[in-house]
């Protein structure tokens, strides 16, 4: 009989949240118990909640994501860590490797992905389960480096609509300093998440790029930018 392993959903995109929730429940053996859109409500649940596994996004309103791992690990020592995020910049990477992340998901996401990191995540968690000396197969699960080995390159994410996809194209293209996602939204009358995953599908045809450019004062910005030929 399996734990039913609770969760913390940390995201800031409330329907995104929603849909985290409902893939959740279609997996059955865990229970979402706080919803957080910000890190500083994040850090509340964090520390009265005291959750199984965390599952955290990058781009907070008031912090980066990845400035919650350290406090995480000091503030709820038994809580493990899922980054579901469209950030892709090595040094964001890299944060979360070291700070011991069970897994690195880039949106957009599907409920495939999500139920394959879950379910790696609970037979991961499940080899602890016992006292004294782990068997080597059980050790060598949890860093078990095969499915990275044997992936394929993702395949075009449905619902890229190729004249929204022109549309994008043309505003950054035009750009010079680049735009974020929040501003090309607008321009071209969609939300910024839906702006966002088709920039960041550019990004991973390497038909842009993206950067945070650090302001005076308020969060960073992921700015994106059309790669001339």
């Known amino acids: 009989m399996h734990e039913t392993i609770e969760v913390l959903i940390i995201e800031d995109d409330q329907r995104i949240a929603d849909i ?3 893939f959740i429940d279609k997996i059955g053996g865990f229970t979402v118990v706080g919803s957080a859109n910000t890190g500083a409500e994040a850090k509340d649940w964090i520390e009265a909640l005291q959750p199984d596994l965390v599952l955290l996004d990058v781009y907070l309103p008031d912090m980066l994501g990845t400035e919650l791992i350290s406090y995480i690990h000091e503030h ?4 493990d860590i899922i980054v579901i995020t469209a950030a892709a910049e090595a040094e964001i990477v890299k944060k979360a490797f070291r700070g011991g992340v069970a897994d690195y998901i880039l949106k957009p996401l599907t409920l495939d992905r999500f139920r394959e990191s879950l379910l790696s995540y609970r037979v991961k968690r499940e080899a602890f389960a016992g006292e004294g000396k782990l068997p080597e197969g059980s050790i060598r699960l949890l860093w078990n480096k095969a499915d990275a080995a044997s992936a394929e390159p993702a395949a075009t994410p449905k619902g890229i609509d190729p004249i929204t996809m022109e549309k994008i194209t043309g505003f950054l293209d035009t750009a010079e300093e680049g735009m974020t996602a929040e501003k090309i939204g607008r321009e071209i009358g969609v939300s910024r998440s839906t702006a966002r995953r088709y920039l960041e599908y550019l990004v991973t045809e390497k038909k842009a790029g993206a950067e945070l450019i650090y ?12 790669k001339k030929p």
């Open 20 to 22: 985290h929730r409902r």
């Open 76 to 79: 709820s020592g038994d809580s």
């Open 215 to 226: 302001g005076m004062i308020g969060r960073p910005e992921r700015r994106y930018f059309l």
